[in-house]
Nanobody, 120 residues
Framework: QVQLVESGGGLVQPGGSLRLSCVASGNIFTIYAMGWYRQAPGKQRELVARITSGRGTNYGDSVKGRFTISRDNAKNTVYLQMNSLKPEDTAVYYC??????????????WGQGTQVTVSS
């Protein structure tokens, strides 16, 4: 009922920047929190950043001061600006959204993921 499509991943050198985008579409009534998670090989999925419908934010400790999450409610889109990237940021980044659909059911949705590789 809801699709999340990420874009903006790729290969970047250490110290570089990338901007991820995630667009939600489908039978959306309202979107509550949206966020980004990541999973590196052999590791558990972890929170990167999360933003509420009122634009309150929280970040994983490892990205504070380097990453910025934002959203455009009119476009059902969430962004992740990643600066000062490090090799340890290499992971698949997943978009997440807490959505109430037009049938009034509320659920958690995930995108397919986008690869971010930080390497020289």
């Amino acid at each position: 009922q809801v699709q999340l499509v990420e874009s903006g991943g790729g290969l970047v050198q250490p110290g570089g920047s990338l901007r991820l985008s995630c667009v939600a579409s489908g039978n959306i009534f309202t979107i509550y929190a949206m966020g980004w998670y990541r999973q590196a090989p052999g590791k558990q999925r972890e929170l990167v950043a999360r933003i509420t419908s009122g634009r309150g934010t929280n970040y994983g400790d490892s990205v504070k001061g380097r990453f910025t999450i934002s959203r455009d409610n009119a476009k059902n889109t969430v962004y992740l600006q990643m600066n000062s990237l490090k090799p340890e940021d290499t992971a698949v980044y997943y978009c997440n959204a807490d959505v109430r659909v037009v049938t009034m059911l509320r659920d958690d949705y995930w995108g397919q993921g986008t690869q971010v590789t930080v390497s020289s």
